[in-house]
C-alpha cells in the first residue's frame, strides 16, 4: 500500500551524489521545467498537496528512472491533462499555433516578485481542538494510508507508521494534505511536531540509542499509546 | 481527480526532458496560459534573487543579537520576515539550534521539501533517493560522508519535513570569530551548514 516515494529508511540507495553541488540549475531545461511548474501552478488550479500527489502517481518504474525534474515534468503534464488545461489531443495533434490572448489566470512577468514573496499560510483558524498537549505520548496509526481515498496521498511517512512518540511542538491548525490534494476541502486539523527515538523507529537497525527524529504530523495520524 | 492512469499523459511527449519541456512549453504558451517572458523572471529570481545568503544573513544576524536569536527561535517565520525574507515554501518557519550534546539535520522523505526564502532551490543530493532514504536512518553515517564530525555526547536529531513547515539549523558559532563583522560572520556559514551537513569555522589564519 506504499507508494514509491516513501523511501524514508530504506536500505540499498548508496552513497549520497554531488555533495559539493552548487549550481542552482544544471541544465537550461531543469530552470525551464521548475518555472513552468511554478508559472502553471499560479494558474490557480490545483493546490500544493494535489501538485505532490501527481508526482507520486508516477508509476515506480518512471519514478525510479527519472531525474528530478523529470517528475516535475511528468506529474505537471498529467495534473494539466487533469485540471482539463491541457488535452490529450492537444499533446498528440499537430502545434496548433498561437491561438488566443492571454488567460486571464496566467502569471505576468511584472507580478512574479510579488506572487514568490507572498506569505501565504497553511494555518487555518477552524478545525478540531488539539488533542495533545506538548510532552504528551501518542502512538501512530497502524497503516500510513490514507482514508478518505484509496491509494490517495498522505504525509504519514511508512517507516513511522504504528510507532509510539512524544509530542514536541503544537503548530496549531494547518491544512490537511490528504483531503487538500483531493479537492476533498482544506479540512484543517491540529498539526504536531512528533518526536520518536531511534530505537523506536529503527529496533535493531537504529545507529545511536541517545538519537531521534521528529515528524510533523496531523492529529488524525495520531491515537492515544493505549489504543 | 484520477490516480494511477493507464496512460501516463506525460508519456506522449518526446522521452528527450530537453525536449519534452520544450513541446510542454510550447504547447501552454500556445494556450496562454503561460508568458515565456515569466518563466525567465522566475528564473532569475531563484538563480540570481533567492538563496543561501539569505538564510546566512538571518544566521549571523542570531549570533551577533541575543534578542533577534530569541526572537528566531520563538518564532522563526516573523524573525526571519525582518529581514525580508518570506514567501513560497518559507510560509512557517522553525529554527533549531545546534548545541553541544545535540545536532540537527533535516531532510523531507517524501519529497524535497526545503525553505526556499533563505536557501533557495535544494540541491541535486537533498532530492537524491540515496539522501532521502538514509538520512532518516543512519544519520550519523551520512554525516561522516559529508565530512561532519560530532563530539562525545552530542546526539542527531532529525527533522523529517512531512507538513508545510519548514526547518533552519542554526548552526554553532565557531571559537575565534569575536572580532568578526556580521556580515564577515555570513561569509562563513555554508549552505549545508543551515541543512546539519557541515559544521561552520573559523578561517584560518
Redo the contacts between chains.
Sequence with gaps: MSRV???????????????D??E??????E??????N???GA?GAWN?D?S??A?E???PK?Y?GF????KW??????I???SD??T?E???GP?????????P?????EN??R?????????RPEGPQAKFRVGDPVRTVPHAQNTL?K??HT???A??AGRNGTIE?L?GN??F?DSNA??LGPAPQP?Y?V?FTAHD??GA?A??S?????????QSYLLEPSA | MPHDHSDHAHSHLPSDPELRVRALESLLVDKGLVDPATLNALIDTYENKIGPRNGAQVVARAWVDPAFHARLMEDATAAIAELGFMGRQGEHMVAVQNTPTQHNLVVCTLCSCYPWPILGIPPTWYKSDAYRSRAIREPRAVLAEFGVELTDGQSVRVWDSTAEVRYLVVPMRPEGTQDLSESDLAALISRNAMIGTDLVKAPSA
Design positions: 516515494h516513501d523511501m524514508g529508511g530504506r536500505f540499498g540507495d548508496g552513497p549520497i551524489p554531488e555533495k553541488d552548487s542552482v540549475f544544471h541544465t537550461d531545461w530552470a525551464r521545467a521548475l518555472a513552468l511554478l508559472a502553471c494558474l500544493i494535489a505532490r500527489h508526482r502517481c508516477l508509476t518512471d525510479a531525474t528530478y525534474y523529470e515534468l511528468g506529474g505537471l503534464t498529467d494539466l491533462v487533469d488545461l491541457l490529450m492537444d499533446l498528440d502545434p496548433a499555433g498561437p491561438a488566443h490572448s492571454p488567460d489566470r496566467a502569471l505576468k512577468p512574479v516578485d506572487a514568490m514573496h507572498a506569505q501565504g499560510s497553511y494555518m481515498v491509494g490517495g504525509r504519514l511517512p517507516y513511522a511542538r503548530h494547518h491544512v494534505p483531493h479537492f498539526l511536531a518526536r523507529l529503527w537497525d545507529e545511536a541517545g538519537d531521534d527524529m521528529v515528524l510533523d504530523l496531523w
